[in-house]
């Protein structure tokens, strides 16, 4: 009996921690398809590739002061040349570069796909970002024409765990594909670069503080890129 009751209450927890799970990683997967759209609207509805240089600078920069989640918005030509490159922060550049010679021109100017960074941190601010990259085509030929580069904030995440209501002896937070901690309520946790093996299984596990506890995960894909939210209860 004492051990279908233990049974009994590691299911139920289980239970609670795959529903936080699930719920943190229906909001994060919110927050990425909500930028996308910001960034298909431009293309697809302005037509940005089709307008005047003028008019590009114009309609990128009002997308830039309105919505906070960009930090900068680089429009690429089908060569990888800089042709717009806008800051939200910090001084324009003196001249436009190339990036042809990156992933985040190559892969969706040679497979017609978004694209999206590993995250990665401001030397400055500490904040976690990730590049995203989207191809414009042009109309006639179907063909990549340019490459819409947008540098995007991702501390809206953080904001998310944050404000999950948890109980007590409750936790959650994300890892990234190789098992780096990129959300957490505790931010000097993702700033001191902690990592998590995540486990083969959910359960009974050791958690991130190295204890014993009730755990479940949920995936997100965004692009090539997998996170994984992990709930815990100790």
């Known amino acids: 009996l004492a051990w279908q009751s233990f049974t009994a209450q590691e299911q139920q927890a289980l ?30 509805v302005e037509g940005l590739q089709t307008l005047e240089k003028d008019e590009q600078h114009n309609v ?10 960009f930090n ?50 401001d030397e400055t601010t500490g904040e976690p970002l990730m590049t995203v990259a989207l191809p414009l ?30 109980g007590q002896g409750q936790s959650v937070y994300i890892v990234d594909a190789k098992g780096k901690v990129v959300a957490h309520r505790n931010p000097s946790v993702v700033l001191r670069g902690t990592t998590f093996d995540l486990p ?15 755990l479940a995960t949920e995936t997100v894909r965004v692009g090539t890129q997998e996170f994984h939210v992990v709930a815990e209860q100790a």
């Open 60 to 69: 990128l920069s009002v997308l830039l002061s309105r919505r906070d989640v």
């Open 137 to 166: 085509f042009d109309l006639r030929t179907g063909l990549v024409d340019r490459v819409l580069v947008a540098e995007t904030r991702v501390k809206k995440v953080w904001d998310i765990i944050a404000g999950t209501r948890l």
């Open 72 to 121: 900068k918005l680089v429009l690429l030509d089908n060569a990888g040349n800089e042709q717009i490159h806008l800051s939200r922060v910090g001084l324009p550049p003196v001249g436009l570069g190339s990036r042809a010679e990156t992933d985040e021109f190559i892969i969706p100017a040679t497979s017609g796909d978004i694209y999206y960074s590993p995250v990665w941190f």
């Open 200 to 214: 083969d299984q959910e359960g009974i596990q050791v958690g991130l503080g190295g204890s014993r506890v009730v």
């Open 15 to 44: 239970a609670m921690q795959r529903e936080v799970a699930r719920r943190v990683a229906a909001q994060v997967m919110a927050f990425f398809e909500e930028f996308e759209s910001d960034l298909y609207l431009v293309s697809q």
